[in-house]
């Protein structure tokens, strides 16, 4: 990972904000997190607070107007990860999987079909598995290698 790359936070709902503060801290990088507010801000001085107005996709937009080659971004949002993607950053969800030019389009086309299956059935709602302590624990291992290189 190149010296200087920020790690962008799609900070609204994040479960993983903390370890995305103890790996940047640890490895001295900067980190931005995109919020359309009602998150505290941190204390720690690489850590930058961005609030957006209220909206769809607000943050959103934002990270993937300003998100560079070589960053990286944790969001669970497959759109979004795709727009960074294409920009030549990394994006690694909250549950520690990686989504690169490799697995980007599948991981597009699921969301697609759950979304699909959700609108055929009503009674099919609701989102995966709850996220536990394996994929936070998943998240940080897998965040402290990404920024290693």
Avoid at 111 to 140: C, E, N
Wanted: neutral net charge; hydrophobic residues 45%; charged residues 25%.
């Amino acid at each position: 990972m190149p010296a200087g790359c920020t790690i962008w936070v799609d900070a609204d709902a994040c479960p993983v904000r903390a370890e995305v503060e103890r790996v940047a801290t640890r490895h001295g990088l900067r980190v931005v997190m995109v919020s359309n507010g009602g998150i505290r801000p941190s204390a720690n001085p690489l850590v930058e607070m961005v609030y957006v107005p209220a909206g769809a996709d607000e943050a959103d937009m934002r990270i993937a107007e300003r998100v560079g080659p070589g960053d990286v971004v944790v969001t669970a949002d497959m759109p979004l990860a795709a727009r960074v993607v294409a920009a030549g950053a990394r994006a690694i969800r909250p549950d520690g999987s990686l989504l690169d030019a490799r697995n980007i389009g599948e991981a597009l086309a699921m969301r697609d079909l759950m979304s699909d299956l959700r609108a055929a059935d009503p009674f099919r709602q609701g989102g995966g598995k709850a996220f536990g302590p394996a994929d936070r624990s998943r998240f940080l291992d897998r965040l402290d290698r990404l920024v290693r290189g």
